[in-house]
Structures are given as structure tokens and as C-alpha cells.
């Protein structure tokens, strides 16, 4: 058993720091202004956004045992946050989850 787990550690961290490997080879070459690029990052804030929405709205675990309205409350208020923060992600992310703690606890 833990000779596949050992296999499945190497196959993937070949897999993930050979495409970081070639990404870096060939950065310099990508013009961050081209249709391509705007594509491949609509592409990855798009799926970024439909998975934190899956698990806004179909959480599971501990999650799953607070209410919608508290976490749409959370929701609004990191929003705000991070427009107030000048569009930064790691406050609201932070904020967001000592907000859902506090707002939790008290209810």
C-alpha cells in the first residue's frame, strides 16, 4: 500500500513541476496583452469562481451546517473588502474566515 501511495507523490509532483518547468522555458515568449492569454486567464478565474461557488452553495462538512444567510453575510462583506482594499485577495480571504467563525459562534 504505501509503495502506490509513494507512486502516486512521484507521478504527480512529476506532472506538476514538469509543467512549471516548461512554463518558465517559455514565459518569455507570451505577450500578456494577447486574445490567447486573456483567454487562458478568463479561463482560469471562471473555474476558480464556479468551484468557490460550489462550495458556497453545496458545501460540505462543517460548512454545511451554517446558514445561507450567514454566508451570503460573509460573501458581502468580503466583497466589500476586497474593493475597499484596493482589490487585494488576501484580506478578504483571511477576514472572511474569522467573520464566518465569529458570526457562527454567536449563533
Do not use: H, Q
Amino acid at each position: 500500500m504505501s509503495v502506490n501511495i509513494l507512486f502516486a507523490i512521484i507521478v504527480t509532483s512529476l506532472a506538476t513541476y514538469s509543467s512549471r518547468f516548461f512554463g518558465v522555458l517559455t514565459s518569455e515568449k507570451i505577450d500578456e496583452n494577447s486574445k490567447i492569454y486573456r483567454w487562458f486567464n478568463c479561463l482560469a478565474y471562471s473555474t476558480l469562481s464556479a468551484l468557490i461557488s460550489r462550495v458556497l452553495i453545496f458545501p460540505n462538512g462543517i460548512l454545511e451546517e451554517t446558514s445561507y444567510f450567514i454566508r451570503l453575510i460573509v460573501i458581502f462583506t468580503s466583497i466589500l473588502i476586497f474593493y475597499l482594499t484596493k482589490k487585494n485577495l488576501v484580506y478578504p480571504t483571511i477576514f472572511s474566515a474569522i467573520i464566518l467563525c465569529i458570526i457562527n459562534t454567536l449563533t
